[in-house]
């Protein structure tokens, strides 16, 4: 396996519309190995192949230890309930924080690393993290949706000042 470079905003690559995978190939299931060591090594909870530069529709998550890592070829959401509102940060934004209001709990259908057909319902972190690295599949970042961004290398006080 290998540690990638996480491309960092403004790079172009991560306001594209990556192209969905049609065969599966011992080069793609490594991306996905290696995504997923990019990740752990990065200390995220998700990351999408237009982050390593790469406009393929390929997701890794480890938001929760039920679920453990997830590696989704073609990951698109099927259906969507409840609503949540939170923080959200991103490997690609470094220092940058947002509000983010997404939905409570998703479920998503995909390819696993092997070609087959999985469906997979989540909610909290994990329907957070599904949802922010399909977005990054179509060019969206969480800054471009955020209700409020903040640095995180401010102090913003605390609450009550």
């Known amino acids: 396996m290998a540690i990638r470079l996480i491309v960092k905003e403004p790079d172009e690559v991560l306001h594209k519309t990556a192209k969905p995978v049609t065969k599966i190939t011992p080069n793609v299931q490594k991306l996905l190995d290696d995504m997923a060591d990019t990740m752990y090594d990065a200390e995220g909870v998700g990351l999408a192949a237009p982050q390593v530069g790469i406009l393929k529709r390929l997701i890794v998550i480890h938001a929760d230890e039920?679920?453990?890592?997830?590696?989704?070829?073609?990951?698109?959401?099927?259906?969507?309930?409840?609503?949540?509102?939170?923080?959200?940060?991103?490997?690609?934004?470094?220092?940058?924080?947002?509000?983010?209001?997404?939905?409570?709990?998703?479920?998503?259908?995909?390819?696993?690393?092997?070609?087959?057909?999985?469906?997979?319902?989540?909610?909290?972190?994990?329907?957070?993290?599904?949802?922010?690295?399909?977005d990054h599949l179509n060019g969206v970042l969480f800054t471009d949706i955020a209700e409020k961004v903040y640095d995180m290398n401010v102090d913003h006080g605390e609450a009550g000042e």
């Open 66 to 134: 039920e679920h453990g890592l997830i590696k989704m070829m073609n990951p698109e959401i099927v259906s969507s309930e409840g609503e949540q509102f939170g923080p959200e940060g991103c490997l690609s934004i470094p220092g940058l924080n947002g509000d983010v209001r997404r939905a409570e709990t998703v479920t998503v259908r995909g390819l696993d690393r092997d070609g087959n057909e999985i469906t997979i319902t989540g909610s909290g972190l994990l329907a957070r993290a599904f949802q922010h690295e399909i």
